[in-house]
């Protein structure tokens, strides 16, 4: 497998980048090392110096390896791509000797222990015969001296420019090897012959590698394309091929499975197409005809005027050669802008169709390549010692119970209804990965009912026979890298770090829901073998809230009563797949759990394997010999059942607490005695590690964290609490299942976080949100809900806090009121008063005391046994009411920005709040009832209108909305049209307007066209008025100056 590079300086021209990218595409280079980049967004392809000066492009569909950041500084940044090591480096001609010695000297340092293969790469602004320079200067010289005590090779051949530009050509772009990987890069050229809107050309080459090119089909699956689903045909061939399991033999389990995944198979080919091998794209996505015929126009003109200078015509047809040059590659960038505008804007026209598409996973980086996987890309030993990190070894006895005298019941048979209920209760999302038998979950609910019953005969004969299939048991095997660096793809770490998925197959899992749900039932009726009340995870009516509320009881209780409450979070290694399958089963037998699920359990946990891909792109397999598969549905149920015995350590304590969500454990020691409780703090710590370790897991101590409660005013406090030997040192935060926990339950380390978090969504968002030509405001209000669950996350647990700290309230707010002018597609200048009641989002401060006062009246509903339907939606309307009460209240306090639309909502808001979502704001809509817009009045206030009568009808009334809508005798005949529509009085007000409007929705779209008819107009006179202003000032300067009385500058 040869790899392709490019290597260019693009001059920090956006357009250069993107011809770099297209033509990259074009010829199937994977590599690119950039010199002067322009600003480059975060993405998992892109490696940048810490001035942003370098870069290097990986493109993981066409680069085979394994690519991470090795290191970075000013002007370089060094990229490791399996047995390479690639360095990108931008030196500036601005430095002098001194400084660019000094970068050498980084630069050595960082090749110094090295022994990769090395490539240097970039513009080093340096001159030298030994690349072909007709000069040699210092610069140069440095660099040569540099190299050879580095003892690196010149790639460069030939003397063909790799800079041209006016004031002449030189050769400043070079590239480097070791020895080692000198005869391996070839094909190095100056790529002359294309147009890449820089004053460089670009370099090309090749490296050749040992590792064979990977099939294109590699690790293909059966899969399907399910939105082309033809849902008769499914269904046709389900119930034509289907049989009657009470009539025809069925007692091999295998052959049935195995005769329902082939006629599975056979309705899929036959409803939908297969998805075949994905071929990488050859050219950008804004490429077009016209961007081909301007870019060889650039060539032709660029070659011509090289051509005149080299033949020393007269300077006068050089210049103007020059100038056609110049033209025409500015022609090329304004076409390339275009298109890039007019694409962007196609797929600004899809979100009111899909608003989770493809633009909404593009600007929140949700959006994937299809590269290959992390096991495809490392060498054998990293990825068998990854596995066994992840996988380990059983190397103790693991019998299986003996159920020779096992006695089957009928009362343990599966019925149809259980099937169907286990089928609802997942989603079944088209982005959700299928297992290995290709079928998603959607194709199961699809099916026919008589599939149906097919399943359920095969689900009781796995009970009768306690067996487990086989193929339920083959998982494929998905690594997600953790732990990645700022703008690296991968992990830094030799052995990189990553999460375990197991992709199993759908009628599997399928089946596991149904025994989920029997252990679930069975726990109900048998309190006494249940689980602890202190495990919140993975368990029905438990949350996060749940655990962090008790968390804040607790400790809060304690500190009132003049005590402290230690609290230690641990951290479990590798938990869900270490925690051996003999724990499990001790802990399903010795609390009582049914003979029948215990019995098919052993086979679940017996003949366990994962397959991945490696990287020759051929399948592999691991047995798996502990731990629940990531993936599972039995995994996060059976975990909880062997966990459980740490949670029981401290039942003989009252004043100890051990809280689990899953495997992320907490322990609360409170006591009065300051000394007494650090010593019982850590000996319960102790306790729980023994038995952590006696379930065969162990404790991350790098990850643990604690935090110490107290009153205000006490002194000599412990710096830190022994854990296994290792002091841990007391924070002033920890965070805890996604919030920041505090000592004083203020939450201000975690508003600065959602901020900070918040923002990064909003800033992502607004670019689907323009005021015009963006989605409906139904889509916009789907985005500004994405943010306000990132805000509100947790706010049970600290919305009481929130709405009495205004100072932490002022960041978000300001969130808060941007998000609602992109939902109403308003000016900047618009209040948040105005905003958010235009929007319907009410203000935090009120939206998270209304959560905390709905969860705690749910909880108190649930504890009592008492919920139901009809009290949930009871209620909920009775704090809609009290919401909307608390934000009148807020908004009658006199003085209150926005008042012009307060008037016109707060008389109906109950109303306004719940009106159809298909009357929709619009930009023009919004200017009507904010104010703010194309009016004189408030053209006049941002300084853009000399006075506030109207433009359009010359009187010397004041032009504000009602002015444009009532009274401006310029839409005298619309206005009657819309006066008869909504049964208006000659003098109405916007009152009478606002009640029209909103009694239905023909004439509310009556309005709406109404405004937008208007306001357009106004807005074309508007910028007619503009530019007359602007053409008379420019006259007017050029007299003043021709005059000689002024200034000697003028507006071109």
């Not at 990488?280 to 090289?306: D, G, K, M």
């Not at 040059?325 to 076409?335: G, I, P, V």
């Not at 059983?394 to 343990?412: G, K, Q, T, Y």
């Not at 909920?876 to 608390?886: A, P, T, W, Y």
């Amino acid at each position: 497998m040869k790899i392709k590079v490019l290597q260019v300086n693009v001059n920090r021209s956006r357009r250069a980048l993107d011809l770099l990218l297209h033509q990259a595409r074009d010829i199937g280079a994977g590599l690119l090392i950039i010199s002067e980049p322009c600003n480059i967004a975060s993405s998992d392809k892109w490696f940048t110096s810490l001035d942003n000066s370098s870069a290097i492009y990986v493109d993981p569909d066409l680069i085979n390896f394994r690519c991470r950041l090795e290191t970075r500084g000013d002007k370089f940044v060094a990229v490791r791509c399996g047995p390479y090591l690639i360095t990108s480096v931008y030196i500036s001609p601005n430095l002098n000797l001194q400084e660019f010695d000094s970068f050498l000297s980084d630069l050595s340092v960082m090749l110094s222990s090295r022994t990769d293969k090395v490539i240097v790469a970039g513009d080093f602004n340096a001159k030298a015969g030994l690349w072909g320079s007709n000069v040699t200067n210092q610069r140069g010289l440095q660099v040569v001296r540099w190299a050879a005590e580095r003892d690196l090779r010149i790639i460069n051949e030939g003397v063909v420019p790799t800079c041209v530009r006016p004031q002449g050509s030189s050769i400043v772009d070079l590239t480097w090897s070791s020895p080692d990987l000198q005869p391996l890069i070839t094909n190095w050229q100056v790529r002359e012959s294309m147009e890449w809107l820089s004053d460089h050309v670009c370099i090309s080459f090749d490296i050749s590698t040992s590792r064979p090119n990977l099939p294109p089909n590699r690790g293909l699956n059966r899969r399907w394309n399910l939105r082309k689903l033809d849902r008769d045909i499914f269904r046709a061939v389900l119930v034509w091929g289907s049989r009657d399991p009470d009539v025809e033999d069925t007692l091999d389990l295998d052959q049935s499975i195995k005769d329902l995944d082939k006629l599975m198979e056979e309705a899929c080919d036959a409803a939908a197409p297969r998805i075949g091998p994905r071929r990488p794209r050859r050219s950008a996505y804004w490429w077009s005809e016209s961007v081909a015929i301007l870019r060889t126009t650039c060539i032709h003109a660029r070659r011509a005027w090289q051509r005149a200078k080299r033949r020393h015509r007269p300077s006068a047809a050089i210049i103007e050669l020059g100038i056609t040059y110049k033209t025409a590659r500015k022609n090329l960038r304004l076409e390339i802008n275009r298109l890039k505008a007019k694409a962007w804007q196609e797929l600004l026209e899809s979100v009111d169709k899909d608003p989770w598409g493809l633009p909404y996973k593009l600007v929140l980086g949700k959006l994937r390549p299809a590269a290959p996987g992390l096991s495809e890309l490392l060498d054998p030993d990293d990825l068998t010692g990854l596995l066994d990190s992840l996988f380990p070894r059983n190397n103790l006895p693991d019998p299986i119970r003996d159920w020779s005298d096992f006695v089957w019941s009928d009362e343990w048979l599966i019925s149809m209804e259980e099937v169907r209920n286990a089928l609802k209760k997942d989603s079944s999302s088209l982005s959700k990965a299928p297992g290995p038998d290709g079928f998603r979950l959607i194709l199961r609910k699809r099916a026919p009912g008589e599939i149906d019953y097919w399943v359920t005969h095969i689900f009781n004969m796995c009970l009768k026979k306690g067996e487990f299939p086989l193929n339920w048991k083959r998982a494929n095997l998905v690594l997600i890298p953790k732990a990645n660096s700022p703008n690296a793809g991968l992990p830094v770490a030799d052995v990189p770090k990553a999460r375990p998925i197991c992709l199993l197959d759908e009628l599997g899992k399928t089946f596991e829901r149904v025994l989920a749900e029997r252990i679930h039932l069975w726990q109900s009726a048998n309190p006494d073998s249940d689980l602890s009340g202190f495990q919140f995870g993975f368990r029905k009516n438990r949350s996060t809230c749940d655990a962090l509320l008790l968390v804040r009881r607790v400790t809060s209780a304690a500190v009132k009563n003049g005590g402290f409450a230690f609290v230690v979070s641990l951290d479990i290694k590798n938990a869900f797949n270490s925690i051996p399958w003999r724990k499990i089963r001790r802990a399903l037998w010795n609390n009582g759990y049914p003979s029948y699920i215990c019995r098919v359990l052993d086979s679940y946990f017996s003949d366990r394997v994962i397959r991945f891909l490696d990287r020759d792109g051929h399948w592999g397999s691991r047995n798996m010999e502990a731990g629940v598969p990531q993936g599972s549905v039995l995994g996060p149920v059976l975990w909880n059942v062997a966990f459980d015995e740490v949670l029981g350590i401290a039942d003989d304590d009252e004043n100890s607490k051990i809280i689990c969500y899953a495997d992320d454990t907490l322990i609360i020691v409170t006591g009065n005695d300051l000394r007494t409780t650090q010593l019982r703090a850590s000996i319960l710590v102790a306790r729980v590690i023994l038995v952590i370790k006696r379930l065969g897991l162990s404790v991350a101590k790098e990850k643990t964290e604690a935090i110490l409660f107290h009153k205000r005013g006490v002194t000599d406090l412990p710096a830190s609490i022994l854990v296994e030997d290792t002091p841990i040192k007391f924070s002033s935060t920890i965070k805890y299942l996604g919030i920041y926990i505090d000592t004083n339950w203020l939450f201000s380390h975690h508003f600065h976080y959602v901020e900070e978090k918040a923002n990064r969504v909003v800033r992502a968002l607004n670019r689907l949100m323009p005021n015009l030509r963006g989605p409906d405001e139904r889509r916009r209000r789907l985005f500004a809900n994405v943010v306000l669950s990132v805000i509100l996350y947790g706010a049970p647990v600290w919305g009481d806090v929130f709405a009495k700290r205004s100072c932490v309230q002022s960041g978000l707010y300001r969130l808060h009121r941007s998000v609602a002018q992109r939902v109403i597609s308003a000016y900047r200048t618009v209040s948040s008063n105005a905003a958010l009641l235009l929007a319907r989002l009410p203000p935090l401060k009120l939206l998270a005391s209304s959560r905390k006062r709905t969860y705690d009246r749910l909880k108190e509903l649930r504890n009592n046994g008492n919920i139901d339907g009809v009290s949930k939606k009871e209620i909920r309307e009775s704090e809609f009411v009290k919401l909307c009460n608390s934000w009148r209240t807020s908004l009658e306090k006199p003085n209150s920005p926005g008042e012009f639309t307060i008037l016109l909502i707060l008389p109906r808001l109950e109303e306004w709040l719940t009106r159809d979502t298909v009357n929709g704001m619009t930009f023009h809509l919004t200017q009507v009832l904010t104010g703010h817009g194309c009016f004189s009045r408030f053209l006049h206030r941002i300084q853009k209108r000399p006075d506030t009568s109207c433009f359009m009808c010359g009187m010397d009334e004041e032009d504000d909305a009602l002015h444009t809508i009532r009274d401006c005798p310029t839409w005298d005949t619309r206005r009657l049209d819309l006066r008869e529509k909504l049964a208006l009085p000659r003098d109405f007000s916007m009152s009478d307007v606002m009640d029209g409007i909103m009694s239905s929705r023909e004439l509310w779209v009556a309005f709406s066209s109404f405004i937008e008819g208007i306001m357009r107009e106004k807005e074309e006179e508007e910028r007619r008025l503009e530019r007359v202003l602007s053409s008379s000032s420019s006259s007017s300067s050029s007299f003043v100056a021709d005059d000689g009385s002024g200034s000697d500058e003028s507006d071109p």
